[in-house]
């Protein structure tokens, strides 16, 4: 069988322990993806051209990276909804950025104003939120976390045997680990991140862990299409794997779109596990959202160096306050950056006129009753199967089905 390896040029020699991805059969998407800038390996991988970099980088990092020498580390060649993801990919970096000021631009022409909420997540937003993820008052990571441990069994009993995982945001692994370590017979886990840095380490370390499932890694946005990657032995069914609540970020039509996009790409026989943060007393709610280091804040104002940054904007930081309310009527926390005085705003070629205490609207987080989430999922066809909650009931992590 031909061993192919994609990381870098120079496959020649490597020191022991090293990683040693590859494709064990003739990959057909490898020549296409070349051509048409696809992501190769090596980038995927990290972002590095160079792979004695990215090695370094990770052993920074504290990765283990012993024992992955043998381990059969694929990699898809799957294409990243036409463009770079984060916007370092080699032919999609213009593209990406033409899409964040056009986003950028259509939200502040807007009324309200309002700013996509996934540019939050540049390097230091990503680093920021997880230490959102770690406040007292931040309940939401730290509960399913727990209730994923406490029923994690119960969860990979109902996802079933033989199954394709493919996890959303793939973020920390902890959550994963569980589940994977419950399931029987799983065939292969397909991480999917717009970061290619958090998919190299999870791919990585995953891979260390569970050297008997199939690591796919796909670099993509994953509110919008991609196709799953095809694993070498056959899975009986696929499962989309969606903690976090993240789907709460989106307003009933995205969030429809979105659980009907999972059931397109799991189709019947598929499944959905899938957190989701409750409804619940106001004052809770708005704590997780204005916590008393402001780590929240900064994380908010992020968006506007950001923007800064990429756009070549001239937003004033200190000229904007952070604020997170509850709207009972829509059952969502909204954000918004809230200008502090008249004020006129550059992004590139384009300037705004900012009135005193008007809003920008960055991010809405819709929270949920079980059966009303299970109805909106009813309407893409997917069957609420069990739910696991905390003793607060705070937050609930779903399974759903894709009957046939
Ligand atoms: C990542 C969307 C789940 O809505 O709670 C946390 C984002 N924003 N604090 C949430 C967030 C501010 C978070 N989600």
Redesign the pocket.
């Known amino acids: 069988m031909e061993v192919t390896d994609h990381l870098d040029d120079r496959s020649g020699e490597r020191p022991v322990g090293q990683i040693r991805p590859c494709y064990s059969r003739p990959n057909p998407l490898r020549s296409e993806a070349c051509q048409k800038g696809y992501l190769r390996l090596g980038e995927i991988l990290m972002g590095h051209s160079d792979s004695a970099s990215a090695l370094a980088k990770l052993r920074a990092q504290g990765l283990r990276l012993n024992g992955l020498r043998h381990q059969e580390l694929r990699y898809t060649g799957q294409r990243v909804n036409g463009r770079g993801a984060n916007g370092h990919g080699k032919n999609g970096q213009g593209a990406f950025k033409a899409e964040f000021l056009t986003d950028v631009l259509t939200g502040l022409q807007a009324s309200p104003k309002s700013l996509p909420?996934k540019y939050?997540y540049d390097e230091r937003g990503s680093r920021l939120?997880d230490e959102?993820c770690l406040l007292d008052e931040?309940y939401?990571t730290r509960t399913e976390d727990q209730i994923i441990k406490q029923y994690a069994q119960e969860m990979a009993d109902q996802i079933g045997p033989g199954v394709m995982l493919v996890e959303y945001g793939s973020g920390s692994s902890t959550k994963t680990t569980a589940l994977l370590n419950r399931l029987a017979e799983p065939i292969a886990y397909v991480p999917v991140d717009i970061s290619r840095e958090h998919l190299g380490r999870t791919a990585l370390s995953l891979a260390a862990a569970f050297p008997q499932i199939e690591i796919l890694p796909v670099c993509a946005d994953f509110t919008q299409a991609f196709s799953l990657p095809v694993s070498s032995r056959l899975p009986t069914h696929s499962a989309v794997f969606f903690p976090?609540?993240?789907i709460?970020?989106f307003q009933r039509p995205a969030a429809l779109a979105m659980l009907e996009q999972i059931a397109q790409l799991c189709g019947r026989g598929g499944g959905l596990l899938i957190g989701i943060?409750l409804q619940k007393e106001v004052l809770a709610l708005e704590s997780?959202?204005n916590d008393a280091r402001g780590v929240?804040a900064e994380?908010?104002l992020n968006i506007l160096r950001h923007i800064n940054r990429e756009l070549a904007g001239n937003f004033e930081k200190n000229q904007f306050e952070h604020r997170?309310v509850y709207d009972g009527d829509e059952n969502r926390?909204e954000?918004s950056l809230v200008s502090c005085c008249q004020q006129q705003v550059a992004v590139g070629e384009e300037t705004f006129l900012l009135e005193e205490d008007e809003a920008i609207i960055t991010?809405?987080?819709h929270k949920y009753t079980i059966e009303g989430f299970a109805s909106l999922a009813a309407e893409v066809g997917l069957t609420l199967r069990r739910s696991w909650t905390d003793d607060k009931q705070l937050f609930a992590v779903l399974h759903f089905a894709l009957l046939s």
């Open positions: 909420s939050l939120f959102i931040y939401l976090g609540s993240t709460g970020n943060d997780a959202y929240t994380f908010n997170a926390i954000i991010e809405y987080s």
